[in-house]
T-cell receptor
Framework: GIQVEQSPPDLILQEGANSTLRCNFS?????LQWFHQNPWGQLINLFY???GTKQNGRLSATTVATERYSLLYISSSQTTDSGVYFC??????????????FGKGTKLSVKP | NAGVMQNPRHLVRRRGQEARLRCSPM?????VYWYRQLPEEGLKFMVY????????ESGMPKERFSAEFPKEGPSILRIQQVVRGDSAAYFC??????????????FGPGTRLTVL
């Protein structure tokens, strides 16, 4: 099955710093989503981005489908950005419709 | 427009008891997915349902676990005779369109199951 690898696994930033999180996947995808799991465990949708670039405030994401990777950019980080960031993909292949495959996440800690 | 709702948010069961987890999808969504997150791990797909149909249950353990999404009412994930290894966060997601993975899945707040 498809493999989803995220890097780095852990990241510590000073408030105000910028960061780039990476998601590599081993096969073509129909769906790619980025999520933020906050320290209370809630999963928050950030982007639905199977290809192209999107921006939402201090966050932006780019997926290069032909090269099988996606990047999540966080600018001017704040302590509230702390948590785990997950990338999840779906291939849409027969037998796996609706099946989001999650990476292991990047754990981000933003220090004041 | 309410999001995906799950209840209970926290559930404590003793070994051997049954756990029932409920999920109400977003309004207008007819596709429901269940995922499990073990401590310090990512989410793992369990089952994908539409109203009255199980579309993909490839991630469901073979025994003790079942899921349904009836014509009326919430989707239910049922775990019989729970064991300590079932302790996890169980997330439900919904989407308006499921086939081919062409739409966003929206996640509920999760149910945290603790088995004593």
């Amino acid at each position: 099955g498809i493999q989803v690898e995220q890097s780095p696994p852990d990241l510590i930033l000073q408030e105000g710093a910028n960061s780039t999180l990476r998601c590599n996947f081993s096969d073509s995808v129909n769906n790619l989503q980025w999520f933020h799991q906050n320290p209370w465990g809630q999963l928050i949708n950030l982007f639905y981005i199977p290809s192209g670039t999107k921006q939402n405030g201090r966050l932006s994401a780019t997926t290069v489908a032909t090269e099988r990777y996606s990047l999540l950019y966080i600018s001017s980080s704040q302590t509230t950005d702390s948590g785990v960031y997950f990338c999840a993909v779906e291939t849409g292949s027969r037998g796996s419709q609706g099946n989001l495959i999650f990476g292991k996440g990047t754990k981000l800690s933003v220090k004041p | 427009n309410a999001g995906v709702m799950q209840n209970p948010r926290h559930l404590v069961r003793r070994r051997g008891q049954e756990a029932r987890l409920r999920c109400s999808p977003m309004k207008g969504h007819s596709h429901v997915y269940w995922y499990r997150q073990l401590p310090e791990e990512g989410l793992k797909f369990m089952v994908y349902l539409q109203k009255e149909n199980i579309i993909d249950e490839s991630g469901m353990p073979k025994e003790r676990f079942s899921a349904e999404f009836p014509k009326e009412g919430p989707s239910i994930l049922r775990i019989q005779q729970v064991v300590r290894g079932d302790s996890a966060a169980y997330f439900c997601a919904s989407s308006p369109v499921g086939t081919g993975g062409t739409d966003t899945q929206y996640f509920g707040p999760g149910t945290r199951l603790t088995v004593l």
